[in-house]
């Protein structure tokens, strides 16, 4: 497959070029690498197919307008779209093709007045987009002639079968000029639609991008070894050095999804939980924040995930390994859609590694193997991306809004300080290495929900096993703290809590201090492994 990495490749003109930067087109998607230079060449029939979402009006729509002249009086080009919808959806993606050519588009459909229809058509159009009923009323009525036309597009050919209107397609077929050139596009081809190619078609050529070749062109599949117990923190450390992570995290179960996502929304991500368990409202109201980005990741399972149509993700991760490599593709082509590039990374533990590698030997894929950040680099890079983008802001001038508070607070202090602060606030403590745990690499299994802490009391002022979860439960305001193995000693006393609840504790006694330590803190060796607990 030739790659072309820019539309300068093609034979376009400065204009088309202009018109595709300004609409943010950089790269041709695949469809469009095979097409666009198959129109612009030859006068051969093309059928395209390609999965929903590739690009497939501009793969033909470029080309028709680069070739047409305008102003000819007379309808050149026909596209038939199966609803009003994408008739009006294709006509708008050519309007804003078209740039400054004299070109006259209309999109003619069921339900709008035919007066109006009229008075545009009498005008001298040069392409119509129409749903075939409204296109055969009126060419009966003799409002249109298409006996001169050069281009004959079917799009979405498979959605035109399945709402029974391929007698209509062949009635408008018959109605037109044999010179003209056929394309078809489809997102899939069942044989009726390569009969009727067949049958009313000249030599074409067959373009097919499948699923492969597009993950392949628009998606870096990337994958890191680790442990279990590594996963949770390997994924905070990729989202937090990606700036501007968007993404889609996979899991096998349902169980896994909440404790995921309740883990990331503890450590103060905008993340939540998809699975079958919802309602669609639940559903519906998550999946709507996330297209606001209000939040930006959402763990799901393969099942709810599907159906979800975003185009601009910037990640998949698979968190578990999917049970196949069906879904394996099918999961990473969630990102890198319409020409936009984006990265697949999965977790593959030694358990899945054999499995993995079938998984990639049938994807056909390139995967590169990269290693889990260290916290010195996630650090450096957030504090890069930080600097940029208020570089960035700075110039932007997006800033005015707070001129006013910015000169209150600089009245009195040092600017520096008051900078500092600010980053303070901003950071808080989520700059400083140990908001990254080194997750743990031993070979042991560690349990994973569990934390051994120490706490600066003992035996000296009273303190017993006893005793000991009131008294933290009193000093730290939280409930039912589910201490398992208390150890107190004369000066000091250890205990073992789950994770979350570590954290809260950690929380709540930061600023409580004792012999120059801080009151709780984290055992030298707080990861419990379980042969030690049993
Ligand atoms: P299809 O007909 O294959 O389902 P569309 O033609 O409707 O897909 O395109 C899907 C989306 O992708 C549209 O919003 C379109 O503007 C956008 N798109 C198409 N080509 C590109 C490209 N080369 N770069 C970026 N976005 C593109
Ligand atoms: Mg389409």
Do not use: W
């Amino acid at each position: 497959m030739t790659r072309f990495e820019s539309f300068k490749a093609f034979d376009l003109s400065q204009g088309m070029l202009d018109v595709l930067e300004k609409k943010g087109f950089f790269k041709p998607t695949p469809i469009q690498i095979h097409v666009i230079p198959l129109l612009m060449k030859g006068d051969r029939d093309v059928i395209g197919q390609a999965q929903t979402g590739t690009g497939k009006t501009a793969a033909f729509g470029i080309p028709i307008i680069e070739k047409l002249t305008g102003n000819t009086g007379s309808i050149q080009a026909l596209v038939l779209t199966p609803t009003r919808e994408l008739a009006l959806q294709v006509s708008e993606e050519l309007e804003s093709l078209k740039g400054d050519k004299s070109i006259k588009i209309v999109p003619l459909y069921g339900g709008q007045a035919i007066r109006n229809q009229l008075k545009i058509l009498s005008s001298g159009v040069d392409i119509v987009v129409g749903t075939p009923g409204r296109i055969i009323d009126h060419l009966e009525k003799g409002n249109i002639e298409l006996d001169s036309i050069s281009y004959l597009v079917l799009d979405e050919a498979d959605e035109m079968l399945n709402m029974g209107f391929i007698e209509d397609v062949k009635k408008i077929f018959r109605s037109t000029n044999e010179s003209k050139q056929m394309l078809l596009f489809s997102a899939t081809m069942p044989t009726p639609i390569l009969k009727l190619a067949k049958k009313h078609m000249r030599n074409h050529d067959f373009v097919s991008v499948s699923q492969d070749d597009i993950i392949a062109e628009f998606t870096d599949q990337v994958y890191l070894e680790l442990t279990e117990e590594q996963k949770f923190e390997a994924l905070c450390r990729l989202i937090d050095i990606n700036d501007g992570f968007y993404g889609l995290v996979f899991c096998n179960t349902k169980s896994d999804t909440i404790d995921i996502s309740q883990r990331l929304s503890e450590r103060g991500y905008a993340a939540d939980a998809l699975n079958g368990d919802l309602t669609q409202d639940q559903r519906e109201g998550i999946l709507k924040k996330f297209k606001i980005k209000r939040l930006n990741i959402l763990v799901a399972t393969d099942v709810a995930a599907r159906g979800i149509d975003i185009v601009e993700l910037t990640h998949v991760i698979n968190y578990s390994l999917p049970q196949d490599a069906e879904s394996y593709i099918h999961r990473i082509g969630r990102t890198g859609r319409a020409g936009k590039q984006g990265t697949a990374i999965t977790f593959v533990t030694p358990a899945d590694s054999r499995r993995f590698e079938s998984f990639v030997r049938a994807a056909n894929a390139d995967v590169r193997k990269e290693t889990i950040p260290s916290a010195k680099e996630v650090i450096s890079t957030r504090t890069k991306n930080f600097k940029h983008d208020i570089g960035q802001m700075i110039k932007a001038g997006e800033y005015h809004d707070f001129l006013k508070m910015a000169d209150a607070l600089l009245d009195r202090q040092q600017p520096s300080a008051v900078v500092a602060s600010l980053l303070k606030y901003y950071f808080q403590d989520t700059l400083k290495e140990e908001h990254y745990p080194e997750p743990d690499v031993g070979g042991l299994k560690i349990d994973k929900g569990k934390i051994r802490l120490f706490i600066a009391t003992g035996e000296y002022e009273g303190m017993t096993p006893e005793k000991m979860p009131a008294f933290l439960s009193r000093e730290s305001g939280i409930n039912e703290l589910e201490l398992e193995t208390v150890e107190v000693f004369s000066k000091f006393s250890f205990i073992t809590v789950p994770k979350n609840q570590a954290d809260m504790l950690l929380k709540r006694f930061a600023d409580m201090r004792k012999r120059n330590r801080p009151f709780v803190e984290l055992a030298m060796n707080s990861t419990v492994r379980e042969n030690r607990k049993k």
